[in-house]
């Protein structure tokens, strides 16, 4: 039998032990025992997670993890464009978009609306697709969350329209209806500065 190129073999056998324990923290030991105790192990690691796109997350990564520990929640690996952007890049576009998905809604840390078992992660995804002459401008860049970036764009709701959403902003509890408003302000503080200006001069005319 041919041997494996060197390696190929621990890095397939990591890669496989990652995806059947999705959710479950690993440490080092285990990892390195995984990979038959070679040494390169962690470059491995590396090499799956900047090579192949896993998510495999640290400490670095996620303050509940220790050092040592690892950790792979989603199964699908990131394209690779966004295995690229800078650092830089990634926080301007997720701090415009107000850490939100652009096409959900769902706000980053936050129970997904569509799988409240999952925390939201925002991903960074094209405007316009690459594939359609769009280019890795920040521009053309959007916070999009992992239920929608793994195509699951089917399954998130349609945009409810004006009259809807009013319906159901009168509906719900006046404690909700306040949660709302203190949203909305926060989203819009001069707008709604503004609004209070007109509606004071008004009272005072
Ligand atoms: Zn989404």
Redesign the pocket.
């Known amino acids: 039998m041919e041997k494996a190129p060197k390696g190929r073999g621990s890095r397939a056998r990591l890669r496989a032990h990652f995806l059947a324990n999705i959710s479950k923290i690993m440490d080092s030991e285990e990892l390195k025992a995984v990979a038959g105790n070679k040494s390169e192990w962690a470059r491995r690691v590396r090499e799956l997670r900047l090579e192949e796109g896993y998510m495999i997350l640290t400490h670095n990564d996620r303050s509940d993890l220790r050092p040592g520990q690892y950790l792979l929640e989603n199964p699908v690996p990131q394209p690779a464009f966004e295995r690229l952007i800078s650092k830089e890049t990634r926080a301007l576009v997720l701090d415009r978009n107000g850490f939100t ?6 706000v980053a840390g936050e129970p ?3 799988d409240p078992s999952r925390k ?1 992660r ?1 991903h960074i995804g094209h405007i316009i697709d690459k594939s359609k002459g769009g280019s890795d401008e920040p521009s053309n860049l959007r916070a ?6 793994e195509g ?2 089917n399954i ?1 709701l349609i945009r409810p329209d004006l009259k809807q959403l009013l319906i159901q902003i009168r509906r719900a509890t006046s404690a909700d209806q306040i949660e709302a408003l203190k949203w909305l302000i926060s989203k819009f503080p001069k707008q709604a500065a503004d609004e209070i200006t007109v509606r004071r001069e008004l009272q005072n005319s």
């Open positions: 998905c652009q096409m959900c809604g769902a997904h609306p569509y939201t925002l999009v969350c992992s239920v929608c970036n699951a764009q998130t």
